[in-house]
Antibody, heavy 121, light 110 residues
Framework: EVQLVESGGGLVQPGRSLRLSCAAS????????MHWVRQAPGKGLEWVSG????????VYADSVKGRFTISRDNAKNSLYLQMNSLRAEDTALYYC??????????????WGQGTLVTVSS | QSVLTQPPSASGTPGQRVTISCSGS????????VSWYQQLSGTAPKLLIY???QRPSGVPDRFSGSKSGTSASLAISGLQSEDEADYYC???????????FGGGTKLTVL
């Protein structure tokens, strides 16, 4: 059974940093690209970033480019999102999601339950 | 403002057929496949339709998708109360080099 479990969310002040993690199990992690997608309270889905199977291709939404960094550790079956210079508008539930392919296609067949990030002073 | 445009709401009575539209452009729907996600209240999104009209195993055949040009649609036939959810379309955007979602459609079963 595919499982994606996010962690690392919490309350953080504007301008500070936070690192999210996603532990994957139930599939061969290094055979697939992975993504982060967020959802602000009461709002729709917003794609944040994606990473290919071997970290050779990293893609970001314009809203986070230069502030967020996606990475993965295939030996640990883990996906990460380093979030710097956080803003109030980054407040959201952050989902980890599995792609159907080794390269980022954006077709997301499994999602975690999310970890909540709140940016506030 | 979402790149893909969906109606904010839709509704129907049990047993009815409902369609949800998704409008994009040549850089997303016009050149890539469309997927649809269902999000029940308080839960994570679930893949409902991929590659425009394919259903993952376990998704009832009451759900169907189609695409024409720069638009796509999701149809739900034999509407059931458990279909009440938010529905999102998505596609890769070649200009933005990333995934774009619609703003979501809240489906109410009357």
């Amino acid at each position: 059974e595919v499982q994606l479990v996010e962690s690392g969310g919490g309350l953080v002040q504007p301008g500070r940093s936070l690192r999210l993690s996603c532990a994957a199990s139930g599939f061969t992690f290094d055979d697939y690209a992975m993504h982060w997608v967020r959802q602000a309270p009461g709002k729709g889905l917003e794609w944040v970033s994606g990473i290919s199977w071997n970290s050779g291709s990293l893609v970001y939404a314009d809203s986070v480019k230069g502030r967020f960094t996606i990475s993965r550790d295939n030996a640990k079956n883990s996906l990460y999102l380093q979030m710097n210079s956080l803003r109030a508008e980054d407040t959201a539930l952050y989902y980890c999601a599995k792609d159907i392919a080794i390269a980022a296609t954006g077709l997301l067949d499994y999602w975690g339950q999310g970890t909540l990030v709140t940016v506030s002073s | 403002q979402s790149v893909l445009t969906q109606p904010p709401s839709a509704s129907g009575t049990p047993g009815q057929r409902v369609t949800i539209s998704c409008s994009g452009s040549s850089s997303n729907i016009g050149s890539n496949t469309v997927s649809w996600y269902q999000q029940l209240s308080g839960t994570a999104p679930k893949l409902l339709i991929y590659s425009n009209n394919q259903r993952p195993s376990g998704v009832p055949d009451r759900f169907s998708g189609s695409k024409s040009g720069t638009s796509a649609s999701l149809a739900i036939s034999g509407l059931q109360s458990e279909d009440e959810a938010d529905y999102y379309c998505a596609a890769w955007d070649d200009s933005l080099n990333g995934v774009v979602f619609g703003g979501g459609t809240k489906l109410t079963v009357l």
